[in-house]
C-alpha cells in the first residue's frame, strides 16, 4: 500500500520562477507534515512542516500549503534560486508510530 | 559544527566480506535510525533504537544487524554484503521518540564490488 504520493517526479524552475511539489497521503492518522532537502552526497535536512490545524506555513520563500479535506500538503518555493537545487521529500509521521513515511522524492533543477 | 557523524564518508567492500559502518552524535539525543537510500529513491528504514531498545523493521533482512554500545555511537553491521546492498546509508537521531524532527548525517557511500 502506497501510502504516500508525491509529484512531481523532477521539475525544471527558471531562477525566479516558483516551484510547487505536492504530495497526497492516504493515512489519516498522520498528524506531522514535513518537508526534507536532500542535496547530493548529504543526508535529508527538515526543511519545513506543518500541523494540521493549521492549513498554511510560511517560513521565507517557502510555504506549505495544507488540505486536510483532500488529504493533500504541498511545498512552494518563492522565487525559486539555483541553490533551491535539490531533491525534495515529503515525509508524514503518524502519531503512534512517530516514523517517516517517505514520499518518492522531486528532483528540482532551477536554472540560472 | 557536524551533529550526527558518518564513518567513513565511501566504503568499498567485496561480495561477501563483512563490513561495519559507524556513525556517531554529539546532540545526546536519545533515537537513533538507520536508513539505506538507493539511487534516486527515497530513503528506507532499517531499524531504530530508544534508547538501547533495539528495533527491527519488519523487511529488514537479517543480514543486516546494529549495534549500540552507548548513546553517542551506533553501529550498523552487514554480514555479507550483496551487489544489491550497495546504497547509501543515513544515521539519523531524534531527541526522543515523541520528537518529530530528525536529524541525518551526511552518509555513507557503500559500494560492493
Known amino acids: 500500500q502506497q501510502q504516500v504520493k508525491q509529484s512531481p517526479q523532477s521539475l525544471i524552475v527558471q531562477k525566479g520562477g516558483i516551484s510547487i511539489i505536492n504530495c497526497a497521503y492516504e493515512?489519516?492518522?498522520?498528524?506531522?507534515f514535513p518537508w526534507y532537502q536532500q542535496f547530493p552526497g548529504k543526508g535529508p535536512a527538515l526543511l519545513i512542516a506543518i500541523r494540521p490545524d493549521v492549513s498554511e506555513k510560511k517560513e521565507g520563500r517557502f510555504t506549505i500549503s495544507f488540505n486536510k479535506s483532500a488529504k493533500q500538503f504541498s511545498l512552494h518555493i518563492m522565487d525559486s534560486q539555483p541553490g533551491d537545487s535539490a531533491t525534495y521529500f515529503c515525509a508524514p509521521l503518524s502519531g503512534s508510530a512517530r516514523q517517516l513515511t517517505f514520499g518518492s522524492g522531486t528532483q528540482l533543477t532551477v536554472l540560472p | 559544527d557536524a551533529m550526527v557523524i558518518q564513518n567513513p564518508r565511501y566504503q568499498v567492500t567485496q561480495f561477501g566480506k563483512p563490513v561495519t559502518l559507524s556513525c556517531s552524535q554529539t546532540?545526546?539525543?536519545?533515537?537513533m535510525y538507520w536508513y539505506q537510500q538507493k539511487s534516486s529513491q527515497a530513503p528506507k528504514l532499517l531499524f531504530h533504537y530508544y534508547d538501547k531498545d533495539f528495533n527491527n523493521e519488519a523487511d529488514t533482512p537479517d543480514n543486516f544487524q546494529s549495534r549500540r554500545p552507548n548513546t553517542s555511537f551506533c553501529f550498523l553491521d552487514i554480514r555479507s554484503p550483496g551487489l544489491g546492498d550497495a546504497a547509501m546509508y543515513l544515521c539519523?537521531?531524534?531527541?526522543?521518540?515523541?520528537?518529530?524532527?530528525?536529524?541525518f548525517g551526511s552518509g555513507t557511500q557503500l559500494s560492493v564490488l
Open positions: 493515512n489519516t492518522a498522520f498528524d506531522y
Open positions: 539519523a537521531t531524534s531527541r526522543t521518540a515523541r520528537d518529530e524532527k530528525l536529524f
Open positions: 546532540l545526546n539525543h536519545n533515537v
